[in-house]
């Protein structure tokens, strides 16, 4: 006859062995909420949660007017376009025209959009100014008026980040058309200008400019931007007028700027220009046109269609130039520019360890710059419709941006609707092999996902969970039998005594 503490014994050791399946099924449970709840996010991140409030000119229609938030008077409309650009909101201007004598002032987080070419602003010597401020969307707008610079972003007290200026036809006269302006050691980064024309400005068409110590800055672009007659006309601001600068302030330093597809036609000085004295570095140009430049009635000092610094780290791919006055490409050797007809592509300084390759497949064009460890992808749409096409990379590589991460080893499939600029970090072929056969058995995802970067931890969170929990049940699970194998022999032993 078994004594009654051993049979309770048993007991209790089934109860904690059942336990702690329990907690497994459970931690288990827990790990797939977390995944759902990702997933769910995904969801979430495609859709616009901003307010939106859409706002009538004095002119507008009649049914604009009756469905719109707010109607201006036509006099200081700047003052409810302002009052409701709060972080967060979205501004959506009805056709018509809005009379601005004040600097609208976007806040961090806000969107100012048009209907297009109907959205008017008329701008009576003031900007639209982001100072200070990141995450403003600027989009699908007409500028006219008079403004010393039209659109204007800088920084004074901090860094900014994330400026999107897109669909923007600015006719303004009175000075420059969009102007990114760096101060002291701030830094200005993620600046896209995507299809905005600049219109017979008075001056530059686009500059990248400053004062004090040091600006930074860095990772802009510039996609199929259009420049007509930089600074010709009589009331141009300056006889250096050039039609997209890319560095003008001597202490300026900038880097991983993107010049694509491109078009400058008529400028009273150069067209692509950048100065000596700055500090550049990544800079690459491609499948631009630059013609007519260089109309300063013969005397033009630059005057040439791309005037390109030869000793700093500069690409020039696929570009052409033709009806330049001095040159269609001239390059900085240091000492002297020399001049050139025909010479579309470059790889500066001469010393460079960079290649470069041109893409032409499908409806998908651009370049593709590699050094030892990076690949630099600048793709656009050929014919406006949305690329898809699958890009040969020659190697392992993974995307060092916060919102992409590529697991497809030596080739990448392009995606997108205008344009894409991407780097890719070399990778181990194990690594990545190992992390396409994780993702790919865990989600369901082959090639590549796209997350933002707190939905990235969500995801690497749930899976540490996950795998913790597993741990900590096969750890419980082996401590249990090891007690049981352990106390048998002992209390069998005590039982024989006792009977």
């Given at each position: 006859?078994?004594?009654?503490?051993?049979?309770?014994?048993?007991?209790?050791?089934?109860?904690?062995?059942?336990?702690?399946?329990?907690?497994?099924?459970?931690?288990?449970?827990?790990?797939?909420?977390?995944?759902l709840v990702i997933g769910t996010r995904l969801s979430e991140e495609s859709i616009n949660t901003n307010t939106i409030y859409t706002i009538a000119a004095s002119d507008s229609s009649i049914d604009?007017?009756?469905?719109?938030?707010?109607?201006?008077?036509?006099?200081?409309?700047?003052?409810?376009?302002?009052?409701?650009?709060?972080?967060?909101?979205?501004?959506?201007?009805?056709?018509?025209?809005?009379?601005?004598?004040?600097?609208?002032?976007?806040?961090?987080?806000?969107?100012?959009?048009?209907?297009?070419?109907?959205?008017?602003?008329?701008?009576?010597?003031?900007?639209?100014?982001?100072?200070?401020?990141?995450?403003?969307?600027?989009?699908?707008?007409?500028?006219?008026?008079?403004?010393?610079?039209?659109?204007?972003?800088?920084?004074?007290?901090?860094?900014?980040?994330?400026?999107?200026?897109?669909?923007?036809?600015?006719?303004?006269?009175?000075?420059?058309?969009?102007?990114?302006?760096?101060?002291?050691?701030?830094?200005?980064?993620?600046?896209?200008?995507?299809?905005?024309?600049?219109?017979?400005?008075?001056?530059?068409?686009?500059?990248?400019?400053?004062?004090?110590?040091?600006?930074?800055?860095?990772?802009?672009?510039?996609?199929?931007?259009?420049?007509?007659?930089?600074?010709?006309?009589?009331?141009?601001?300056?006889?250096?007028?050039?039609?997209?600068?890319?560095?003008?302030?001597?202490?300026?330093?900038?880097?991983?700027?993107?010049?694509?597809?491109?078009?400058?036609?008529?400028?009273?000085?150069?067209?692509?220009?950048?100065?000596?004295?700055?500090?550049?570095?990544?800079?690459?140009?491609?499948?631009?046109?630059?013609?007519?430049?260089?109309?300063?009635?013969?005397?033009?000092?630059?005057?040439?269609?791309?005037?390109?610094?030869?000793?700093?780290?500069?690409?020039?791919?696929?570009?052409?130039?033709?009806?330049?006055?001095?040159?269609?490409?001239?390059?900085?050797?240091?000492?002297?520019?020399?001049?050139?007809?025909?010479?579309?592509?470059?790889?500066?300084?001469?010393?460079?360890?960079?290649?470069?390759?041109?893409?032409?497949?499908?409806?998908?064009?651009?370049?593709?710059?590699?050094?030892?460890?990076?690949?630099?992808?600048?793709?656009?749409?050929?014919?406006?419709?949305?690329?898809?096409?699958?890009?040969?990379?020659?190697?392992?590589?993974?995307?060092?941006?916060?919102?992409?991460?590529?697991?497809?080893?030596?080739?990448?499939?392009?995606?997108?609707?205008?344009?894409?600029?991407?780097?890719?970090?070399?990778?181990?072929?194990?690594?990545?092999?190992?992390?396409?056969?994780?993702?790919?058995?865990?989600?369901?995802?082959?090639?590549?996902?796209?997350?933002?970067?707190?939905?990235?931890?969500?995801?690497?969170?749930?899976?540490?969970?996950?795998?913790?929990?597993?741990?900590?049940?096969?750890?419980?699970?082996?401590?249990?039998y090891r007690k049981k194998d352990q106390k048998w022999p002992l209390e069998a032993a005590d039982m024989r005594e006792k009977c």
């Open positions: 006859m078994k004594p009654p503490f051993f049979i309770e014994d048993i007991i209790i050791r089934k109860r904690i062995v059942v336990f702690w399946k329990l907690f497994y099924v459970v931690l288990l449970f827990s790990g797939f909420i977390m995944l604009d007017k009756a469905s719109a938030n707010a109607v201006c008077t036509g006099i200081s409309d700047q003052d409810i376009i302002n009052s409701n650009l709060d972080s967060g909101n979205t501004v959506k201007l009805c056709a018509g025209t809005y009379e601005i004598n004040g600097h609208i002032l976007p806040k961090t987080g806000s969107r100012l959009i048009g209907v297009g070419d109907g959205s008017i602003i008329n701008l009576n010597n003031v900007s639209i100014e982001m100072i200070d401020v990141s995450n403003v969307e600027i989009d699908n707008l007409k500028l006219i008026g008079t403004s010393k610079s039209a659109v204007f972003i800088a920084c004074y007290r901090t860094d900014i980040a994330e400026v999107n200026i897109s669909n923007i036809t600015c006719q303004v006269k009175g000075g420059d058309d969009f102007t990114i302006y760096g101060n002291g050691n701030h830094r200005l980064s993620h600046i896209v200008f995507n299809t905005c024309a600049a219109l017979n400005p008075d001056g530059f068409g686009f500059i990248i400019n400053g004062e004090g110590t040091t600006p930074m800055v860095e990772d802009v672009t510039f996609y199929k931007c259009t420049v007509e007659n930089a600074g010709v006309a009589a009331t141009r601001t300056g006889d250096w007028v050039t039609g997209i600068d890319l560095a003008e302030y001597a202490f300026l330093s900038v880097a991983r700027i993107q010049v694509i597809d491109c078009t400058v036609n008529g400028s009273w000085e150069s067209a692509f220009h950048m100065e000596t004295a700055p500090e550049k570095s990544a800079i690459v140009i491609t499948h631009c046109t630059a013609t007519n430049a260089g109309l300063k009635n013969g005397r033009a000092v630059y005057g040439a269609g791309f005037i390109i610094d030869g000793t700093d780290d500069v690409i020039l791919n696929h570009n052409a130039g033709s009806n330049n006055h001095i040159a269609d490409f001239r390059i900085w050797n240091g000492s002297s520019y020399d001049n050139y007809t025909s010479r579309q592509d470059e790889i500066l300084p001469a010393d460079s360890i960079k290649k470069v390759t041109t893409v032409s497949q499908g409806n998908c064009r651009g370049t593709i710059v590699t050094n030892e460890i990076y690949k630099d992808l600048l793709l656009f749409s050929f014919d406006g419709n949305p690329v898809n096409q699958q890009i040969e990379l020659g190697g392992y590589y993974t995307s060092n941006d916060g919102n992409t991460y590529i697991f497809n080893k030596t080739k990448v499939t392009a995606q997108f609707v205008d344009y894409a600029v991407m780097r890719l970090i070399e990778t181990s072929p194990d690594l990545t092999s190992e992390i396409t056969h994780n993702v790919s058995s865990l989600m369901g995802f082959h090639f590549s996902i796209n997350l933002t970067p707190l939905t990235m931890s969500y995801f690497r969170g749930a899976i540490s969970f996950m795998t913790i929990s597993t741990s900590i049940f096969h750890w419980m699970s082996r401590l249990g």
